[in-house]
């Protein structure tokens, strides 16, 4: 079994996912009340769906990046588990 070597504490998680709520809510909101036509709320509110989307993929791709990086400095290390890949 896989240790888990995280160096995020509970708190830093908690603040994370507790700004990414809050901001993405409070933008939401914003977009959904703004005295503008439904169509510009429309697009207003898929620009923030993008938005999110994109950091989504971008936080992944440096976490890749950086996981290979330490995999190519040392090749000895355990690769890191993934939820998908079968062990067949």
């Keep these: ?27 939401g909101l914003g977009v959904l009340y703004l005295p503008v036509d439904l169509w510009t709320k429309g697009f207003l509110a898929m620009g923030l769906l993008f938005t999110v989307g994109s950091c989504f993929g971008l936080a992944k791709t440096v976490r890749d990046d950086h996981e290979a990086e330490l995999q190519n400095a040392d090749p000895n290390r355990a690769q890191p588990a993934h939820p998908f890949r079968s062990a067949a």
């Design 1 to 27: 079994m896989r240790k888990n070597t995280s160096s995020n504490t509970a708190a830093w998680k908690f603040q994370v996912w507790a700004s990414f709520v809050v901001s993405t809510s409070i933008t």
